[in-house]
């Protein structure tokens, strides 16, 4: 599956096929696996969490997830997530991008062309391109219909600067 983002004002095309992995391993020396399994179960942590402290399978609200800030699920997720370092995130993005583009440069050539890498919006497409790669699709299908259960309250959120702006 091939996917296009917006990395700053850049787009990068991204392609999860099988051989982002290999890519991956053969430019930084290592299996990817150690590296996103961590974030596979702080989701799995937090879902569970929901579901186990609300009663809830549908209908899950974003004010369910406050729930779990005092509660085992959350704390696991954090400790998951530990290990996951803001490099593994443009490493990962990087070899995406390679597969979509044999004619990328090396990652620090790469890397260096953007103004920003902003997280809030590159990782959660990297992360979804990754898992509809992983996942057996009758799992996915099962996480795709749990996640449109899950539903936004209506939370009023305000700039704190009129002139901020998304990149």
Same mark, same amino acid.
């Given at each position: 599956?091939?996917?296009?983002?917006?990395?700053?004002?850049?787009?990068?095309?991204?392609?999860?096929?099988?051989?982002?992995?290999?890519?991956?391993?053969?430019?930084?020396?290592?299996? !990817?696996?150690? /590296?996103?399994?961590?974030?596979? +179960?702080?989701?799995?942590?937090? *879902?569970?969490?929901? #579901?186990?402290?609300? &009663?809830?399978?549908?209908? !899950?609200?974003? /004010?369910?997830?406050?729930?779990? +800030?005092?509660?085992?699920?959350? *704390?696991?997720?954090? #400790?998951?997530?530990? &290990?996951?370092?803001?490099?593994d995130l443009i490493c990962i993005t990087w070899a995406l991008a390679k597969c979509a583009d044999e004619d990328i440069p090396e990652p620090r050539e790469w890397i260096s062309q953007?103004?920003?890498?902003?997280?809030?919006?590159?990782?959660?497409?990297?992360?979804?391109?990754?898992?509809?790669?992983?996942?057996?699709?009758?799992?996915?299908?099962?996480?795709?219909?749990?996640?449109?259960?899950?539903?936004?309250?209506?939370?009023?959120?305000?700039?704190?600067?009129?002139?901020?702006?998304?990149?």
């Open positions: 599956m091939e996917k296009t983002i917006k990395i700053g004002k850049k787009s990068v095309r991204l392609n999860n096929n099988v051989s982002w992995a290999i890519v991956y391993r053969d430019q930084f020396g290592r299996d !990817i696996i150690p /590296t996103i399994m961590p974030l596979f +179960a702080s989701a799995l942590d937090i *879902i569970s969490g929901i #579901i186990n402290e609300t &009663g809830k399978t549908d209908n !899950i609200e974003l /004010t369910d997830l406050a729930k779990l +800030a005092d509660g085992d699920s959350l *704390i696991n997720a954090a #400790i998951h997530l530990g &290990g996951f370092e803001f490099t953007f103004d920003n890498f902003p997280v809030d919006v590159v990782a959660p497409e990297v992360f979804s391109l990754i898992f509809k790669g992983v996942v057996s699709s009758k799992n996915l299908k099962r996480l795709e219909d749990l996640k449109k259960r899950i539903q936004p309250t209506s939370i009023s959120t305000q700039s704190s600067s009129p002139d901020s702006n998304e990149d």
